[in-house]
Nanobody, 119 residues
Framework: QVQFVESGGGLVQPGGSLRLSCSAS????????MGWYRQAPGKQREVVAT???????NYADSVKGRFTISRDNAKNTAYLHMNSLKPEDTAVYYC?????????????WGQGTQVTVSS
């Protein structure tokens, strides 16, 4: 199993930027795909962006062109660079990972990091 610690969230005005970090520990050798997810109050958790060990990325339509996911395999860390933030980006952001067989590696969803976009 893999554990994740998210950081980097905060309060930012619309149009601003933030960089989130996700540090993984545990069975990190199993990680194939790392991803960022978010959940706003009263809404379902949704995938924001994913990245494979080879650097292949996918993004939710709502964040394409604004967010960039990256990873540093040597540091077992994933990042989410968020630009042109909108109020609708307000949510708790979580990270997770899947192995090559598609199995979710985190034992449970962690604390996440709060992103609030407001003027």
């Amino acid at each position: 199993q893999v554990q994740f610690v998210e950081s980097g969230g905060g309060l930012v005005q619309p149009g601003g930027s933030l960089r989130l970090s996700c540090s993984a520990s545990g069975s990190i050798f199993s990680i194939y795909v790392m991803g960022w997810y978010r959940q706003a109050p009263g809404k379902q958790r949704e995938v924001v962006a994913t990245i494979t060990s080879g650097g292949n990325t996918n993004y939710a339509d709502s964040v394409k062109g604004r967010f960039t996911i990256s990873r540093d395999n040597a540091k077992n860390t994933a990042y989410l660079h968020m630009n042109s933030l909108k109020p609708e980006d307000t949510a708790v952001y979580y990270c997770n990972a899947r192995d090559v067989r598609g199995r979710i590696l985190a034992t449970s969803w962690g604390q996440g990091t709060q992103v609030t976009v407001s003027s």
